[in-house]
């Protein structure tokens, strides 16, 4: 696991050349906002619970490459460059945050965590938990294919939003964003992603009895750390084929994150059918 003073040294490069390649060239540029961004600024800093002081990183970082490309205009940048520094200020907040949550806990553990809780279907989880993908700006054509609900997209564009926060107040705004967020689930004794006034296996063994392909089957992925504070990773299977992995402090609390990610995902897949 790359220590605190490395991680601190990539994000010092990283974000000294976003500064120059964004900060310089955002200014004045406010009467030039489309009505677009505008709205979709003032959206997704209520979704994010942030007031951007300069709100042309947060377009940036909502603009995916395909909409870049397909605009043709000079001096338009994409999310990608705040999605490099975000991904580099996620893996500093979150290590921070078990290193810290999980004092005897061994390197090898907390990196097996930190890799839970930071891959791609996780970060997407969030941006459809905030409804993102309404506001990323793509394509005509990368919409039309699914694109808002890409786990990739989604993904790459919560990455940038940290990116987008932390050139705009630094360091603490993001660990506000990231513990209401992606670290709640382990600030809380409970899941606060997860509605618990549902039965999300049950929604799962209904649909997929409805369906005619048998019962939904769960199996445990990882359990990290001692007895008395393990973290489960369950992943959950439809006829034979893995479809979504769940974490939790007990295997229960892990089947019903598995079990809702993959009611989610077959909702996602029923609008892209429908699109």
Not at 56 to 62: G, H, P, Q
Request: no cysteine; glycine share 8%; aromatic share 8%.
């Amino acid at each position: 696991m790359p220590n605190r003073h490395s991680i601190l040294q990539k994000l010092r490069r990283a974000a000294s050349a976003l500064v120059s390649g964004l900060k310089g060239g955002a200014s004045g540029k406010a009467a030039n906002r489309t009505a677009l961004e505008r709205e979709n600024v003032r959206q997704v800093q209520k979704y994010i619970d942030y007031r951007f002081k300069n709100p042309d990183y947060l377009i940036t970082a909502l603009k995916h490459r395909s909409y870049v490309y397909s605009r043709e205009q000079s001096g338009v940048h994409s999310n990608e460059r705040l999605e490099f520094l975000g991904d580099a200020v996620l893996d500093l907040v979150v290590g921070e945050f078990i290193y810290q949550k999980y004092p005897g806990r061994r390197e090898g553990q907390l990196t097996q965590l930190r890799s839970t809780l930071v891959n791609r279907k996780a970060l997407a989880r969030q941006a459809r938990a905030m409804k993102l993908g309404r506001y990323v700006l793509l394509s005509t054509s990368e919409a039309r294919s699914g694109g808002r609900f890409r786990h990739s997209i989604l993904s790459d564009a919560y990455e940038s939003i940290i990116g987008a926060i932390y050139l705009d107040g630094g360091l603490q705004p993001v660990r506000r964003f990231l513990h209401r967020t992606l670290l709640q689930e382990l600030s809380e004794e409970r899941p606060s992603h997860i509605d618990h006034t549902r039965n999300y296996k049950s929604a799962l063994l209904e649909y997929t009895q409805g369906e005619g392909i048998g019962q939904p089957e769960y199996r445990v992925d990882s359990a990290v750390g001692p007895d008395h504070e393990k973290i489960f990773t369950i992943e959950v299977f439809v006829a034979g084929n893995p479809v979504s992995k769940g974490t939790g402090t007990s295997k229960k609390n892990a089947e019903q994150d598995a079990a809702r990610q993959a009611v989610e995902q077959l909702q996602s897949d029923r609008d892209i059918d429908r699109s």
